[in-house]
């Protein structure tokens, strides 16, 4: 037993950042997740030691993480909740709900996915259940759980060799740039996901400091066992990505977006098309109306502060490109329904000027930013 949000509290909060999510079948286990949430909505349900509630924590991770508004449940799936599991079954019953989470389609809630030859599916989604996992190593270590630590230990040590593919696949492929542009953050993501868990394990011992030396910094080359297999990625992602994937907080004050799947954020800086969508989705609004242009300005608002906020971030600016393209008479359609400091930063500085640089010039440039830091 343990306390937490209250489960349907949990379900309501999914609900308003991403009700689109829980419209679809609850059937299999690839649908588990969508079930514990709408059983969530319907009833409050007990936190029991037959780990329900785990699941449910677990579900709602994965159905807003990708999402402008994500449930912020990461210290229980990967802290408090394994401070509950018992050596043995009680472990292994927990460790049963988190390995469901391998059937789950993580393209049905997320836009930050690539898809690697040879590797499959890959995405941040990836690095929160490395975190989940290096939790409950934690624990199966502090009980002297031998069989569920075994059982983790093969599984990071899968998860690693995983993500080592993905980069081979990309970074030594030419004409696969703009792929390994995606991959290196996701890598780097999923990586420093994995390493602030095992830095933080309270438990002490050989076994445990030989396991935070083997999961942790991998991809920094001042790490206490750096990996040359990712130490190039993490050095091309610091010179060129990584200022491209923070939360984009301001985006939450665009409520609209959290109306489809098709709004979700990709990963960045390659916006152009999201642009393009939130320029002509339905799902903000019919075309022409005072709705359609009242929301689609308010998304163009928050791409305008998070310019503000972080200048050199790129993403942002393909994001205005994109929606200039597709939408009829560009952004300066919607100009009137923004404040007026933001109508001055549209009209002038880095936002106009990116209105006008197509997006293979743009791919074009970050290529080359790209194979500099490769060399470097």
């Given at each position: 037993m343990f306390r937490g949000i209250a489960p349907s509290l949990?379900?309501?909060?999914?609900?308003?950042?991403?009700a689109w999510a829980l419209?679809?079948?609850?059937?299999?286990?690839?649908?588990g997740w969508r079930l514990s949430l709408t059983r969530a909505l319907d009833t409050s349900q007990e936190h029991d030691a037959t780990w329900t509630y785990l699941r449910l924590l677990?579900?709602?991770?994965?159905?807003?993480?990708?999402?402008f508004v994500p449930t912020d449940v990461d210290s229980h799936i990967r802290h408090h909740a394994w401070q509950h599991a018992r050596r043995g079954e009680t472990l292994a019953a927990a460790l049963d709900a988190v390995y469901a989470?391998?059937?789950?389609?993580?393209?049905?809630?997320?836009?930050?996915?690539?898809?690697?030859?040879?590797v499959g599916a890959l995405s941040g989604h990836d690095g929160e259940w490395m975190a989940v996992r290096a939790g409950a190593l934690?624990?199966?270590?502090?009980?002297?759980?031998?069989?569920?630590?075994?059982?983790?230990?093969?599984?990071?040590?899968?998860?690693?060799?995983?993500?080592?593919?993905?980069?081979?696949?990309?970074?030594?492929?030419?004409?696969r740039e703009l792929d390994a542009l995606r991959v290196i953050p996701t890598v780097a993501h999923n990586l420093g996901d994995?390493?602030?868990?095992?830095?933080?394990?309270?438990?002490?011992?050989?076994r445990a400091a030989s396991l935070q030396k083997r999961y942790a910094r991998l991809g920094h080359e001042d790490g206490s066992n750096p990996d040359p297999r990712f130490t190039v990625a993490g050095r091309v992602n610091k010179a060129v990505t990584a200022a491209e994937n923070h939360r984009f907080l301001a985006l939450r004050a665009a409520r609209p977006l959290r109306s489809a799947r098709a709004l979700l954020l990709p990963l960045g800086p390659f916006f152009d098309a999201w642009g393009g969508v939130v320029a002509t989705s339905p799902a903000l609004g019919r075309r022409g109306s005072n709705?359609?242009?009242t929301n689609r300005a308010s998304v163009v608002a928050a791409l305008l502060e998070t310019h503000l906020s972080a200048p050199t971030q790129q993403g942002v600016l393909r994001a205005l490109a994109g929606f200039h393209q597709a939408h009829p008479g560009g952004v300066d359609a919607v100009e009137p329904e923004l404040p007026a400091r933001l109508r001055k930063v549209l009209r002038t500085g880095a936002a106009r000027e990116a209105l006008g640089v197509p997006v293979e010039r743009f791919e074009a440039r970050m290529v080359n930013r790209y194979r500099a830091a490769l060399a470097g």
């Open positions: 949990l379900a309501s909060q999914v609900a308003n950042t991403a419209d679809g079948p609850t059937d299999g286990p690839v649908h677990l579900a709602a991770h994965f159905a807003t993480v990708g999402t989470i391998d059937a789950w389609d993580v393209r049905e809630v997320s836009a930050r996915v690539v898809d690697v030859p040879g934690g624990r199966a270590l502090a009980t002297h759980d031998d069989v569920a630590t075994e059982r983790l230990v093969a599984r990071l040590d899968a998860d690693v060799e995983r993500h080592a593919l993905a980069l081979a696949a990309v970074m030594n492929a030419r004409g994995l390493s602030r868990i095992v830095e933080e394990w309270a438990v002490e011992g050989p709705e359609s242009l």
